[in-house]
Every structure is written in C-alpha cells, then in structure tokens.
T-cell receptor, first 115, second 113 residues
Framework: DTGVSQDPRHKITKRGQNVTFRCDPI?????LYWYRQTLGQGPEFLTY????????KSRLLSDRFSAERPKGSFSTLEIQRTEQGDSAMYLC?????????????FGPGTRLTVL | AQKVTQAQTEISVVEKEDVTLDCVYE???????LFWYKQPPSGELVFLIR??????QNEISGRYSWNFQKSTSSFNFTITASQVVDSAVYFC??????????FGSGTRLQVQP
C-alpha cells in the first residue's frame, strides 16, 4: 500500500493522559499536513510541514499540542493532558510539493476518544 | 478570510436519480483552487477533482460533473444516475496558496436502493 498511513486508527484515553499519533506520508511527498475533524464538520487545519520544517500552525493548535517531522519523512502529533474537547478524528495528508496547488492525499485518520 | 459554505447538510435520493451538491466559496484572492473530496463511511478522504480559478470550463468524468461559476462563487457537483456506492459525505474545499485547505462542513448523501 503506497498511500498515507496513520497509526493507531483508534485511541481511547482518559482525560489528562498524553497521546501520540503517527503519520507516514506517501514516499517522496515533502509536504505533510495535520487536520482535525469533529463530528458533522469538515476537517480543520492544524499544522503543516515542508520536509522537516514546521512552516505554519493554526490557532487551533494549543500549547498542549506538538507536532514533529524529524527527518522529513514520518510525523508525530502529540497531545498532552488530553481534554474531552480533544475528541475528534485527526487526519494526516501529504502532497508532492511540486506546486502550491497539488492535491493533498489523506490518510484514514486516527479517531481519538477522551473519556 | 476564506470560507466555504455547503448549505445542504443531508440529501437523500433513490438510486438512479440525479443529485446536485452545492458549494459556495468566499475569497479575496484572484488565484485559487477548488476541490471536491468524498468521505465514505470508512473515513478516508478521497480526492475527486481540482479546478483552478482561471478555468471555468465545466468538467465531466463518467457520472460526475462539476459546474464552476465565478460570477456566483459557486462550484457545484452533480452525480448522474446515482448509485448506492455514492453514499458518503462530500466536501468542497478551497486552496489559496496559504498552505492549508479550507473545507466546507460537508453534505451527507444517502442513496437508497
């Protein structure tokens, strides 16, 4: 499978715990995006990497959220001290970066439930 | 600021009916791209089409067609002879070169057999 992969697919945690999600983009895609999708809504942008550089962060990304892409390949998104409002689907996408207007290819998402 | 509005929250049709999903966008940029994505029950967003702001030609791909009208800031999507497999949530999205897509809230399409 050469698409975007995300792990885990589902995560249930208790309020206050830390969680980490992983995204593996399509090989050779140098742009990687994280989005959050709540029930009944479209995805909302969280952050964007070009290679290993985090170039943009949304105001949605509070201090409890941190994302990394250490070698310009896979990325991790960590949420510290989770809150019930963090419950959502977290989507990762990648694009080739040959143009600003390349389509983004999405992974299956990680569904987070905070109890 | 960018905004995408999909006023239809949910549409239900019977198989073989034609259905149009509406999308209205707002942007001050003169160069932008519009996208449609499909999100089936499995959750993965599937890319359907990309259209740039300088190309107002309508596009047809099999049973799918798209009508882009800059005068009304609309990018509507029509499925002809709908099938049960078309049941999904469809998202319209706008890209203006500021890195991220701006999505609408989606339209859930249910095609009944």
């Amino acid at each position: 499978d050469t698409g975007v992969s995300q792990d885990p697919r589902h995560k249930i945690t208790k309020r206050g715990q830390n969680v980490t999600f992983r995204c593996d983009p399509i090989s050779e895609h140098n742009r990687l995006y994280w989005y959050r999708q709540t029930l009944g809504q479209g995805p909302e942008f969280l952050t964007y990497f070009q290679n290993e550089a985090q170039l943009e962060k949304s105001r949605l990304l509070s201090d409890r959220f941190s994302a990394e892409r250490p070698k310009g390949s896979f990325s991790t998104l960590e949420i510290q001290r989770t809150e019930q409002g963090d419950s959502a689907m977290y989507l990762c996408a990648s694009s080739p970066g040959t143009s600003d207007y390349n389509e983004q290819f999405f992974g299956p998402g990680t569904r987070l439930t905070v109890l | 600021a960018q905004k995408v509005t999909q006023a239809q929250t949910e549409i239900s049709v019977v198989e073989k009916e034609d259905v149009t999903l509406d999308c209205v966008y707002e942007t001050r940029d003169t160069t932008y791209y519009l996208f449609w994505y499909k999100q089936p029950p499995s959750g993965e967003l599937v890319f359907l089409i990309r259209r740039n702001s300088f190309d107002e030609q309508n596009e047809i791909s099999g049973r799918y067609s798209w009508n882009f009208q800059k005068s009304t800031s609309s990018f509507n999507f029509t499925i002809t002879a709908s099938q049960v497999v078309d049941s999904a949530v469809y998202f319209c999205a706008l890209y203006t070169g500021r890195r991220a897509l701006t999505f609408g809230s989606g339209t859930r399409l249910q095609v009944q057999p």
